[in-house]
Nanobody
C-alpha cells in the first residue's frame, strides 16, 4: 500500500523557520511531480510549491524567496524549507504526489494526512 507520511509542522514565531518532510512508501516506480499545498481556516486550498523529478520548481507568489522545495528521489521524499514565516502562513500543509504504483501498474494521485503549521505574531 502506498502512503505519504508528513512531519515537521508545529508552532513558530513570526520570522522563524520550519522544515516539512513528506516520505512516500510502498512499491513505487516513479513520482512526478511532488507538491505542497496548504489550507487555512475558511480559505480554499492553495498550491504552495511543486517540484519535478528533474528538479524543476515552481512557487506561489506569496512564498517566493521564503520557501524552498526540494526532493530526494532515492528516498521518495519531498521537503519544504520555510523561512521568514508570517502569521498568514498558518495553515494545514499537505503533500501531494502523482506516482506510478507497482501494485497495479498505474498512475495515481496520493495525499498525505496534513500537518499543522501555526505562526504566531
Amino acid at each position: 500500500q502506498v502512503q505519504l507520511v508528513e512531519s515537521g509542522g508545529g508552532l513558530v514565531q513570526a520570522g522563524g523557520s520550519l522544515r516539512l518532510s513528506c516520505a512516500a512508501s510502498g512499491r513505487i516506480a516513479s513520482i512526478n511531480p511532488m507538491r505542497w499545498y496548504r489550507q487555512a481556516p475558511g480559505k480554499q486550498r492553495e498550491l504552495v510549491a511543486s517540484i519535478t523529478s528533474g528538479g524543476n520548481t515552481d512557487y506561489a507568489d506569496s512564498v517566493k524567496g521564503r520557501f524552498t522545495i526540494s526532493r530526494d528521489n532515492a528516498k521518495n521524499t519531498v521537503y519544504l524549507q520555510m523561512n521568514s514565516l508570517k502569521p498568514e502562513d498558518t495553515a494545514v500543509y499537505s503533500c501531494n504526489a502523482y506516482l506510478y504504483s507497482l501494485y497495479d501498474t498505474a498512475w495515481h494521485n496520493y495525499w498525505g494526512q496534513g500537518t499543522q503549521v501555526t505562526v504566531s505574531s
